[in-house]
């Protein structure tokens, strides 16, 4: 499991590795993985690489900097790892939206050996359930999203590929459709219906003989050899949702 902490202050930050190598030394002796931990003193540092953790231990508080909006970043981004902020002179959970305080965690310096171990073992079970993330990268952005928040991705004239997501957000990311289906082999819900485009058949409002609309009103060209098959994929997926097809048939 991976952990990442966050904290502007020096002692602080020491203070959380050595309670973090320990409760990992403790892992290794119950028989399971212990913990790789990274440690940045500010903001910039974390969000340059911030989708491999599956946990976040963050306190920012100089310079300006606060260790909330630090964590609204990392969501921004698509990150998958579970959020734990750290009380010290900044009651995070007080300026956090109602929203925030059940996305986010919290907990009081000085830190707690059982109350840690509790956040540890959460973010590992948050880690084994968490869906994958594809790396969507274009001139502007490098956005993390899960293939469910994908609701197509079609050819576009620049040669680039052209990323819906459902928050409405289009990207225009530097590769072909044929290279971007490589990448989705844990998704069965996203299919090309042509050479051109593929889309999340949980996101289909309705099937014509030679077109798909989706919920977006957004209509494509489908071929008319990909028609029965896309029929039963959608079928399959509302009688039996987030079930795939093929694992149901075995």
Known sequence: MH??????????????ERLLGRASEALKKEGFEGLFIDSFGN????????????????????????????????????????????????????????KEQELFHFMDKPIKTSEL??????????????????????????????????????????????IKLDDGRELKV?????????????????LPVSEYVIVNIRMIDKIGLTNVTMTDGTKFHMAMHFNKYIRGQVESERKHPGIDPDKLNK
Do not use: W
């Open 43 to 98: 903001p910039d540092a974390l969000l340059h690489n911030p989708q491999m953790y599956d946990g976040f231990f963050i306190d920012m508080k100089e310079d300006g900097a606060n260790g909330l909006e630090l964590a609204r970043s990392l969501l921004k981004c698509g990150c998958g790892g579970q959020i734990i902020l750290l009380k010290s002179t900044i009651d995070y959970y007080n300026i956090a939206t109602s």
């Open 174 to 190: 530097l590769t072909d459709l044929r290279n971007f289906y490589e990448l989705l082999d844990d998704y069965y819900f996203l």
């Open 117 to 162: 171990r509790s956040m540890l073992d959460m973010c590992e079970a948050f880690r084994k359930k968490k869906e994958p993330l594809i790396e969507l990268r274009d001139d502007n952005e490098t956005v993390y999203a899960k293939g469910s928040q994908i609701v197509f991705a079609r050819t576009l004239e620049t040669g680039r590929i052209g």
């Open 3 to 16: 952990i990442a902490v966050c904290d502007d202050n020096i002692a602080d930050r020491k203070q959380t």
